[in-house]
């Protein structure tokens, strides 16, 4: 190979790498405006909304069963608030049906989505029966109201998209020195990194969520861990809770 072609081929390979990751970020960001779009429409025909529940089978198509609301108890069973294979009485939803199959199936398929760390199996059914978890109308209010059930006093958190999205520390208020009070290691469940940890991949992945949450920290800012900062960790301030 000439020394020209050498040079082609790494100019090339660069250039085609570069359009494979805006590929995965664009198809990230189309799932979940997908999902989103869909579940503006479910929540308008049935506010109460909580689960979409399906069947997923090995060719990645998924049927549809319906909508679910929220458990009252953590031992209770979710409601049915909407059963596509009944047909018996009426729902605004059936007239969206075979849309919200889709846009489910569309939010879901690709293995890059962010939508599926909000899927799980539904344990209240013996077959193939999944719950998606529809996202918050404001996932940054959520993120706050998780956080501040065991770090009342949180403002902030920094953030990390190298770590899949990962929570490095809360800031809650301010140390004796009159700098912010950096907590590392955050006393929370399983199940709340869990969901926060779903919730920040989704904001990342949003530009709009991602313009409007995260702002850069201050150039002396020190990793917690050791590791070197880059571009990629973000300040991410909380908003009030109500």
Known sequence: MTPAAHDQLAVLSAQREELHEQRLRTEK???????????????TACPEAVYVTFAFHGDRTLDLHGVLGAQSSPVGACPWLWDKRDGEDEHALDHIADQVESDVQTALVPYCSPARASVHRNTASDGNSWLLELPPVDRAARMAELVREHHPEATALVVDERMAGRVLEIIEGVADDGTPARTPRPR????????????????????ALADRHLMPLPSDYAHPFGI???DQVHLMPLPPTA
Do not use: E, F, M, N
Request: glycine share 2%; proline share 3%.
């Open 188 to 207: 929370w469940s399983a199940d709340c990194d869990r969901a926060l940890a779903g919730l920040l991949a989704q904001v990342l992945a949003l530009p």
């Open 29 to 43: 960001a189309y799932c979940l405006a997908v999902l989103d779009h869909i579940t503006a429409k479910i929540r």
């Open 228 to 230: 070197s900062t880059s």
